[in-house]
């Protein structure tokens, strides 16, 4: 619940401060008093856009300060919320709840746009801020009634009080469209792109055929390359190669020779120093005799002559040459090669793709029915349901006979539609939120031909519709607080006394708070807040509004004034006296019930 907000600089309010209770608060106040801005408050909570021109004349920022009460003060529950989402978004932005239990939540907007977040003392995006108060608090206004005469919006209503079935029949219903969706877009793909493959198919194979004609074989250019750098001074190697190994091994005085004579000398030597040097000798003459085998070895793999460099060259050239084309050395060529050859695979039987993709389009697309019939039979059940919980409501509402009708039909498929499906032998367009057009409509009298909300029903019967869908929406839950913003706008007499009666039963069960103008509604009220005006400071300064709760008999004295402005006289006060003490009995009975 809302337990405090502080505003500063917001409108006309230049600093205001107002204590929340749990239950119905009614906030009420003369025109141009800066009710409105009550409401512009919460909605920045909620994290709405700021504006600029919202900020006090004379004032660098305005500043919103909201305590929400999380948890109860009681030890045991100190910190946790009964609401996961809420859990999630604390810890993740790292706020703290305070030991009570509550949490604060501050939204600044300057005068040049910029706008602040904080939360639990933390400074958070608007958009973390928006998340956290959305789970907590719900503001409904004028412009809701407006939102309520779109199709897509009363569909919405449907569906949350449908619930978790419809939810669920939702989310697999998404999942099997997504899925066909991708399809068709595949399918779309290969039907379009013909010429762009065959261009496609025409440079693989080219490639291909060109790699295949030189045929290289992985590691091949380093191996090549380090035998060129040999044979590029072929004599000169072959000299130093054979100089080499006559020094080692040759006939004449070669090296081996002469560690051959220094074993044998040690070998007779009668000192033990000197036939300790003995391996070290034999070690000598076994390295000795290695490289001399190893310097064989090399001359013997030597071409005789040049020509055999001249081939190895224009091969280096030949593998250059892919190498420049396809990939940074050979193996890579080898890798665009057999990739190549895949993809030509695919796009040369492009009538056997496109025979695959039409058979699992149509599967997807029967998947996407079934789930869409699924979830239009969840609905069209919750649609019954729910037109008589809104109808009893009405009735209670003084609307007399009148009845909500809640229609599921399937949304038409225009003729060129991708997405249409055929449901019971209609087609449909299968949609984001599923095949079905839900409509509202209103029958003024028992046996009166339904019409839809949208042509039918005036700004007072809209002002008790969207009431009576509030409470009935609001009932399997507690715990909200949810804003009214002049919902009783256009209703007067007997309908205003069922509309405070109303929201005197939602208040049972959540926290609610109500901007009006009527005294009917007002008086049931557990708490009243007044938003007064104070004369303007100075010359160029704009006048201030201060937002103060009433006892009982500043109640009665401010319902006389909503009585047709009849103040403090006598008959007002008898007015506004008889109108409170009917409204307190009335909610007494409420709350019994």
């Known amino acids: 619940m809302l337990e405090e907000l502080s505003i500063e600089g917001l409108g006309v309010i230049e600093r205001a401060s107002a204590q929340f209770h749990p239950g119905f608060t009614a906030l009420t106040g003369e025109t141009g008093a800066g009710k409105t801005m009550i409401v512009t408050s919460l909605h920045l909570l909620s994290g709405a856009r700021a504006d600029a021109s919202r900020v006090r004349s004379g004032d660098a920022k305005a500043t919103v300060e909201g305590r929400f009460r999380l948890a109860t003060p009681d030890g045991a529950d100190r910190g946790a919320t009964v609401d996961p989402v809420v859990d999630e978004i604390l810890e993740a932005s ?13 939204r600044s907007v300057g005068t040049d746009g910029r706008s602040r977040a904080h939360l639990g003392g933390r400074s958070v995006p608007v958009g973390v801020m928006g998340r956290m108060t959305n789970q907590l608090l719900t503001i409904h206004g004028q412009n809701d009634q407006l939102r309520l005469m779109k199709p897509e919006h009363q569909r919405a209503a449907l569906d949350t009080f449908a619930g978790s079935p419809v939810r669920s029949a939702v989310d697999a219903y998404r999942t099997a469209r997504q899925a066909w969706i991708g399809i068709l877009d ?20 080219f490639g291909v055929d060109e790699i295949a004609a030189v045929d290289p074989q992985p590691g091949e250019d380093a191996e090549l390359a380090a035998t060129i750098h040999r044979l590029t001074d072929l004599e000169s190697i072959r000299t130093t190669g054979a100089h080499s190994h006559a020094i080692v091994a040759g006939d004449d ?7 051959g004579q220094v ?46 460099l001249d081939k190895l060259l224009t091969r280096q050239a030949d593998l250059k ?40 389009a149509a599967a997807a697309r029967d998947k996407v029915t079934e789930a869409a019939a699924k979830l239009g039979r969840r609905r069209r059940t919750a649609a019954k349901s729910m037109a008589a919980k809104v109808s009893a409501e009405l009735g209670g509402l003084a609307m007399g006979d009148a009845a909500l009708a809640v229609e599921v039909a399937p949304e038409p498929a225009a003729d060129n539609d991708r997405l249409a499906i055929e449901i019971d032998g209609v087609r449909a367009h299968a949609g984001a939120s599923g095949a079905d057009r839900v409509e509202f409509s209103l029958l003024a009298h028992k046996g009166a031909t339904p019409l839809p909300i949208a042509r039918s029903a005036s700004g007072g019967e809209l002002s008790r519709l969207m009431l009576a869908l509030e409470v009935v929406l609001a009932a399997p839950t507690s715990g909200s607080v949810m804003v009214f913003d002049e919902v009783d ?92 003490a009917t409204a307190e009995t009335e909610r007494t009975s409420v709350a019994a019930e």
């Open 263 to 308: 074993r044998s000398l040690l070998e007779a030597a009668g000192d033990e120093s000197l036939r300790g040097l003995l391996p070290r000798v034999s070690e000598a003459l076994t390295v000795i005799t290695d490289v001399g085998e190893e310097l064989s070895a090399f001359l013997s793999d030597l071409p005789a002559d040049a020509e055999e």
């Open 321 to 360: 040459s892919l190498v420049r084309k396809y990939a940074p050395d050979i193996d890579g060529v080898i890798a665009w090669r057999d990739s190549a050859a895949t993809r030509l695979a695919e796009i040369d039987d492009p009538q056997h793709s496109i025979t695959e993709l039409e058979s699992a």
């Open 186 to 205: 595949d399918l779309d793909a290969r039907r379009t792109d013909e010429r762009e493959l065959a261009q496609e198919a025409d440079r693989l194979r």
């Open 94 to 106: 790292g706020a703290d709840v305070d030991e009570d239990g509550t949490l604060i939540a501050i």
């Open 253 to 259: 005085g070669s090296v081996v020779d002469a560690l």
């Open 489 to 580: 706008a256009g209703v007067g007499g007997r309908a205003a006394v069922e509309i405070g009666r109303r929201l005197a039963r939602l208040a049972r069960a959540h926290q609610v708070i109500v901007v009006t103008h009527l005294p009917q509604v007002a008086a049931f009220a557990d708490n009243h807040l007044v938003i007064g005006k104070n004369a303007a400071k100075g010359k160029n300064r704009p006048h201030s509004s201060t937002v103060r709760t009433l006892d009982r008999d500043e109640r009665v004295a401010e319902l006389a004034r909503m009585l047709a402005g009849l103040g403090d006289s006598d008959t007002g006060r008898a007015h506004a006296e008889e109108l409170l």
